[in-house]
């Protein structure tokens, strides 16, 4: 069992920066690959970035390649840094977990909260 919760969400202005992190808890938190969704009004839940279980394989969405990165400590927090952040990165975002790096919001198997993030034109 995993629990997570996100935090650092906040308005910014276009091209700013943020930094994300979801803090986890549960004794197998080391074997999870985590990831990072977003989901904007109106629309579904889409796939950011995700990283494995020891933090040297990673994976973006076309969106945010080169921006965003996402990062793992495995004392049990996930971070995502994003960079040029532009007013269509606006949404809540997720963190997640599963055993297995997935890209698929559907195959994940534990959830946060959500964190909003907007960015202003």
């Known amino acids: 069992q995993v629990q997570l919760v996100e935090s650092g969400g906040r308005l910014v202005q276009a091209g700013d920066s943020l930094r994300l992190s979801c803090a986890a808890s549960?004794?197998?938190?080391?074997?999870?690959?985590m990831g990072w969704f977003r989901q904007a009004p109106g629309k579904e839940r889409e796939f950011v970035a995700a990283?494995?279980?020891?933090?040297?394989?990673t994976l973006y969405a076309d969106s945010v390649k080169g921006r965003f990165a996402i990062s793992r400590d495995n004392a049990r927090k996930v971070s995502l840094q994003m960079n040029s952040l532009k007013p269509e990165d606006t949404a809540v975002y997720y963190c997640a977990a599963r055993r297995g790096v997935r890209t698929t919001a559907a195959d994940y198997d534990y959830w946060g909260q959500g964190t909003q993030v907007t960015v202003s034109s």
């Open positions: 549960g004794r197998t938190f080391s074997m999870y690959a």
């Open positions: 990283v494995n279980w020891s933090g040297e394989y």
